[in-house]
C-alpha cells in the first residue's frame, strides 16, 4: 500500500504538506486564492504547449486543491 505522500506526490506533484504551505503564504487581498488557482492554470497551459502532459494534468490538479479548500474557507 502506498503512503499518503507517493499519492499526493502522483496527483499534484508535491506533498500534502507542500500544498498547505502554499496556501498558508499570507494572502494581501481577500481574492487571492483564486488568484493563486488562476497562476497555477497558467503554468498548466506553459506545461501544455511544451508537451509535459503529465505536469499539466498535476498543475490543474494543483488548482483545483487550491479551489475546494477556498471554498471550504468561505
Not at 488568484?35 to 506545461?47: K, N, R
Not at 499539466?56 to 488548482?63: D, E, G, K, L, Y
Request: charged share 25%.
Amino acid at each position: 500500500m502506498r503512503n499518503n505522500d507517493d499519492k499526493y506526490m502522483e496527483i499534484y506533484g508535491c506533498t500534502h504538506a507542500d500544498l498547505v504551505s502554499m496556501m498558508n503564504t499570507p494572502m494581501k487581498y481577500r481574492n487571492e486564492h483564486f488568484m493563486l488557482a488562476m497562476s497555477i492554470l497558467s503554468d498548466a497551459q506553459e506545461a501544455i504547449a511544451h508537451n509535459e502532459k503529465n505536469m499539466a494534468r498535476q498543475f490543474i490538479n494543483r488548482a483545483k486543491f487550491v479551489m475546494r479548500e477556498w471554498h471550504l474557507d468561505i
